[in-house]
């Protein structure tokens, strides 16, 4: 009940106490509850074998000694938890999976370390409890974690915090460390927890530069989407990468054809203070300079990655200059389309830091340079395309001359200026002379520097012209004067490559030669020699044209001389032919009637002549009588002869027609044929003509079984009249 209890006569209470020996003989008692807090842990008894034995004073002393003993038991409870509790904490401080230690406030000692924290470090426990908290960083960042230290306040738990820790083996790594403010057996004290965050950092950076790889090539895709120049797209390219990609510079370098195989940067952005000017770079495994990444990247056609110029790669001369520019690393990725067998430029990037890159990342950097490479193999596509079909427009444009000369003074100069050369030159070959002899050949045009050279005549021998006489095309990319040093059009244009095209007719002879002429060394000979064949064709559709004319005059020539008249008209039926005869017979000259449609001009109903034309049409040939008109308007009686002319490709083209003039046969026959039918005195039909007409009505009546009737009329006293006025009146009268 948590009360004290007192009796001085158990017997006279009537307490039983008899029952347990441990009663036996007790007369008085008195009783205290024994209290630890609030709660009653046990109790103090005395006992006496005489009645009256204790007085109130003894209770009070009872009850106080009570309260002295429940407060000491209390002490002992407390100070066992305490010490359980510190067992506890410290099996825990010991066997916590992260590094855990305590250091003195004041002097950064440490003052008890963990298991995990000895097998993170490298220490044993005496090692390690000689240390002093600074002694767990980098030299370079003591002073600051001393002054943090001692500028946190002692009550204060330290925010999560990430820096570098140092081990023994005076190896690095990242952790996070958390702090907070203990009693440390009565020292003012933190306790510090460490968390080794190496290879999450490691994963985050490596996500990070996995996101910013993927953003700029996703901002590389969009600008090569929008880009329609070279040079801007390989600007923007750089930005994009220093911008973006996070590099201290990057620039674009084209690989060079030359000499010395040079790589020659074309554009860049970022930090450069006269770096690109300086630097000299090439692909030549021979070359000091082709043997580091750019040259490597080249040849090799694979990416190049240098995490650390200062260890890795070979750098010539360059490498301090390049960690005095703040360069740590470089990546050099090659740009190469698929079809080529070399890489024909690249885009090298410079970190600002020593490299940590995944081969996630380094494809994700390669996909960038493949995308790259057929952007730029694209624009230049494109580009060719569109000078492809200016220069197409140039040929169109020279086929407004209208002689040969003027022709091929236009087709010089437009091919000349498509292709940026400085002199081009159309040549027609000559008849040999004498057998053994070398070619010789004449200018039909011939164009320097936009002035025309008048037209000569040389010989081939000592010419790069001279292969193309067994060959359709010849190329010489660079020192064409050296290698043909006698050759007077090269010394003339001071040239240093060559391009030239054989000239053949519909049967494969070489005719001619087209060629041009640069000053300087070329590159792109897929676009040269592709236009150059487009004039090639062209010149040499001119030269066929030319000799057909010619063909075509003379055969002009005899057909004009002709007896009957000749024409020839389209299938829309307009003049496209009309010889000297047709002038004579018709009243046309030719240059009245070309173009104009024949029916109109030549036929009062023309529904005669669409006859015979779809007849010609229809069979290939047609022959019959027509009549058609003068220019003034009288009729002509003509035998036509008309026949449909195809093409080479059996397809209907023309009608040629041979008419010859049946007027005064006609005119004969139809007098012939009134003297047989006709009475000549009353121009009225005669016997013949009357019984001819009577057959046929009466053939007619038969078939369609009708009937018919015959009126004859007479004059009477006819004979009267002839004997008495003479036949002079009967003939007037009849």
């Not at 017997?11 to 007790?26: E, F, I, K, L, Y």
């Not at 407390?78 to 066997?95: G, I, W």
């Not at 990037?349 to 493949?370: F, K, R």
């Not at 040939?621 to 036509?640: K, M, N």
């Amino acid at each position: 009940q948590g009360r004290t209890v007192w009796c001085n006569d158990t017997q006279a209470a009537g307490w039983d106490m008899g029952s347990m020996p441990h009663r036996w003989g007790v007369r008085s008692v008195m009783a205290t509850p024994l209290r630890a807090g609030n709660h009653i842990v046990g109790s103090l008894k005395v006992t006496s074998d005489q009645p009256d034995a204790f007085s109130r004073n003894d209770v009070d002393r009872l009850e106080i000694l009570t309260e002295s003993l429940g407060t000491t038991v209390q002490l002992r409870h407390v100070t066992s938890q305490l010490e359980a509790s510190a067992r506890q904490y410290r099996l825990m401080f010991n066997e916590h999976p992260h590094p855990m230690w305590v250091y003195e406030s004041a002097s950064l000692r440490l003052l008890a370390v963990n298991r995990a924290m000895l097998l993170q470090y490298g220490y044993t426990e005496a090692e390690a409890l000689q240390l002093t908290l600074l002694d767990l960083f980098p030299a370079s960042e003591r002073e600051n974690v001393r002054t943090a230290v001692h500028a946190t306040a002692s009550e204060s738990r330290h925010v999560p915090a990430l820096c570098q820790q140092l081990r023994k083996d005076g190896s690095l790594f990242d952790a996070e460390v958390t702090a907070g403010s203990i009693s440390f057996n009565g020292v003012a004290a933190r306790q510090v927890l460490v968390v080794d965050v190496t290879e999450r950092l490691r994963t985050e950076r490596e996500i990070a530069r996995m996101a910013r790889a993927q953003k700029l090539l996703s901002a590389c895709n969009e600008t090569l989407v929008r880009a329609t120049s070279e040079s801007a797209l390989l600007q923007a390219i750089c930005q994009i990468a220093v911008d973006i990609g996070g590099y201290r510079m990057g620039w674009v370098g084209l690989a060079l054809d030359d000499e010395h195989k040079s790589i020659q940067p074309v554009a860049h952005a970022g930090y450069n203070e006269n770096y690109l000017e300086n630097l000299h770079l090439s692909w030549s495994a021979d070359d000091p300079y082709g043997r580091g990444p750019a040259g490597m990247a080249i040849r090799s056609g694979q990416p190049v990655i240098v995490q650390d110029i200062r260890t890795e790669g070979d750098f010539a001369d360059w490498t301090e200059r390049m960690l005095g520019h703040g360069f740590h690393g470089v990546i050099c990725l090659p740009l190469q389309h698929r079809d080529q067998d070399r890489a024909f430029g690249l885009l090298y990037l410079y970190a600002p830091d020593i490299l940590q890159i995944s081969p996630e990342e380094a494809a994700l950097l390669q996909e960038l340079a493949s995308d790259l490479a057929f952007g730029i193999t694209s624009l230049r596509a494109h580009k060719a395309q569109q000078r492809l079909q200016a220069s197409v427009l140039k040929v169109a444009a020279a086929v407004s001359a209208s002689t040969g000369t003027e022709f091929f003074v236009q087709l010089v100069r437009n091919m000349a200026d498509a292709l940026d050369a400085q002199g081009g030159c159309v040549v027609r070959l000559l008849p040999a002379t004498a057998q053994g002899q070398p070619p010789r050949v004449v200018t039909l045009a011939a164009v320097l520097d936009g002035q025309m050279l008048p037209n000569d005549e040389y010989s081939l021998d000592g010419t790069p012209s001279l292969l193309l006489m067994s060959q359709r095309t010849h190329v010489v990319t660079d020192k064409v004067q050296q290698l043909y040093p006698e050759a007077p059009v090269l010394r003339a244009v001071g040239a240093q490559a060559y391009v030239g095209q054989q000239l053949c007719n519909a049967d494969g002879e070489v005719v001619g030669i087209v060629f041009v002429l640069f000053r300087h060394a070329i590159a792109d000979t897929d676009f040269i020699t592709s236009t150059l064949q487009i004039f090639a064709s062209r010149a040499s559709a001119e030269i066929e044209r030319q000799l057909a004319d010619i063909r075509i005059r003379h055969q002009a020539s005899l057909l004009d001389k002709a007896q009957d008249a000749i024409l020839v008209r389209d299938l829309d039926h307009r003049i496209i032919y009309w010889n000297k005869s047709a002038e004579h017979l018709y009243g046309w000259s030719q240059l009245q009637v070309l173009g104009q449609p024949v029916h109109t001009l030549l036929y009062k109903d023309d529904a005669q002549f669409y006859r015979a034309t779809e007849a010609t049409l229809e069979h290939g040939e047609w022959t019959g009588e027509l009549v058609q008109r003068h220019r003034d308007g009288r009729a002509i009686d003509v035998e036509g002869r008309w026949t449909l002319v195809r093409g080479e490709d059996g397809q209907p083209q023309s009608i040629l027609a041979i008419n010859t003039d049946i007027t005064q046969r006609k005119a004969t026959e139809r007098e012939i044929q009134r003297l047989a039918f006709y009475d000549p005195l009353t121009h009225l039909p005669n016997r013949m003509l009357l019984m001819d007409r009577m057959r046929h009505a009466l053939a007619a009546a038969q078939r369609h079984q009708q009937g018919g009737a015959l009126l004859f009329i007479d004059l009477d006293n006819f004979k009267d009249l002839n004997d008495t006025l003479g036949h002079d009146m009967g003939d007037q009268l009849l």
